[in-house]
């Protein structure tokens, strides 16, 4: 059913690496997965959440004043509490003075967004550009998802989704007619592995990219580089076969992991969990391209 109103984090102005062109890259919050490596961890919850930066509080305690626990410093405090207790009802951040309190999620209108995004309309019509709608997971909000991306096309703007494609079949294909551009994420292609570091099964998401390929879909796929996950020759095989099997060839894209979601983490009360891979040095990510484009018979960007 589409929806008019949804929960975002972000609006991001003239994005370059989320498709096409100059963007507007739009945030949606919450998420099924949860990536250990996960760059964006404050878009994971379906709710409002607090960042608390510690560095910045000066413990006036007014916080604890608004807080409807009466105890809001220690709840920031403690990490475990802090993510049992806090519903995200924002006033502690309302009532800080010194900017030790953000907040990660607010309820929007569709409309709200369209216009927004419409604004740099001039900007895409130069570049090549639009609009691409991230997360979090777009597909965990399909109805506002697809009443953005159809608001957008109706102003002539470009659309796309960058997406896990962990979603149900019929709302794929529900927002496939709104969509110009699927920027398809492949994290893991070992099931085993993918259900222990992504928390979700592989299958669903396999299914729907041959499914959205037969569509005739322009799918590009992101390909997550993590030099200890995905450095062997295994990989380069599974990504082989997958592409194989699709009914429309791909493009391909490698996304080189980075460590910014830790501190996020930190600030979120979340634990690092297996949060421990390095970032890819350019030699080493150079190679993993080469390698890769050799497997596929086609060049990539170094």
């Known amino acids: ?125 130069n570049s090549g550009g639009g609009v691409t709608l991230s997360g979090g997971e777009a597909l965990a909000q399909p109805g506002f998802s697809h009443a953005i991306l159809h608001g957008t096309k109706l102003r002539g703007i470009h659309t796309a989704i960058e997406t896990s494609g962990y979603c149900t079949e019929s709302d794929l294909l529900k927002l496939a007619p709104v969509t110009d551009l699927w920027l398809w994420d492949v994290k893991l292609l070992d099931p085993a592995l993918h259900r222990r570091l992504t928390g979700v099964e592989l299958q669903r998401i396999t299914t729907n990219l041959a499914t959205l390929s037969r569509t005739g879909a322009r799918i590009i796929l992101r390909v997550l580089f993590v030099p200890e996950l995905h450095g062997g020759d295994q990989y380069i095989g599974q990504l082989t076969r997958l592409v194989s099997t699709l009914a429309v060839r ?18 979120l009360g979340i634990d690092s969990g297996e949060g421990f891979y390095r970032e890819p040095p350019h030699e080493e990510l150079t190679a993993f391209k080469e390698r890769l484009g050799h497997a596929l018979d086609l060049r990539m960007d170094s």
Not at 252 to 263: D, F, K, M, T
Request: proline content about 5%; overall charge neutral; aromatic content about 8%.
């Open 1 to 125: 059913m589409v929806t008019d109103k949804g929960i975002i984090f972000d609006i991001q102005h003239f994005c370059t690496h989320d498709g096409p062109g100059i963007r507007t890259t739009v945030f949606l919050k919450g998420c099924p997965l949860s990536c250990v490596w996960c760059h964006n961890p404050e878009s994971q919850g379906f709710r409002p959440e607090i960042l608390y930066h510690a560095q910045k509080c000066v413990g006036c305690n007014a916080c604890e004043q608004a807080c409807p626990h009466h105890d809001s410093y220690a709840i920031l405090a403690d990490a475990a509490m802090r993510r049992q207790l806090c519903r995200g009802c924002t006033l502690c951040r309302e009532a800080c003075l010194y900017g030790a309190l953000e907040t990660a999620g607010r309820t929007v209108t569709a409309t709200a967004v369209i216009d927004e995004v419409a604004k740099d309309a001039a900007y895409y019509e």
């Open 250 to 267: 791909p493009g391909i894209e490698v996304i080189p992991y980075h460590r910014l979601g830790l501190s996020k983490r930190a600030k």
